[in-house]
């Protein structure tokens, strides 16, 4: 784990774009991939952010397809 966190950049979160999803302990996560202009959103729960994220052009992987993508 401490591998990859090596390889996370910091990101301050400069707007809340809350509510945006039904869960409010998921907007911590969606936040920060917003405004770190993330690639993708990884995440087992890829449900519960899909709609919030097309809007902000992000995309929601599991990590199994990340790790297919690698």
């Known amino acids: 784990m401490s591998g ?3 390889l996370a950049e910091p990101v301050d ?3 809340l774009w809350r509510p945006q999803l039904t869960d409010p302990k998921d907007e911590m996560v969606l936040e920060p991939a917003i405004n770190g202009r993330a690639y993708a959103l990884v995440t087992h729960n890829r449900w519960d952010f899909l709609t919030a994220a097309e ?3 992000v995309r ?3 990590p199994a397809v990340l790790l297919e993508r690698f």
């Open 4 to 6: 990859f966190a090596a």
């Open 13 to 15: 979160v400069h707007y």
């Open 55 to 57: 809007r902000f052009d």
């Open 60 to 62: 929601v992987v599991t």
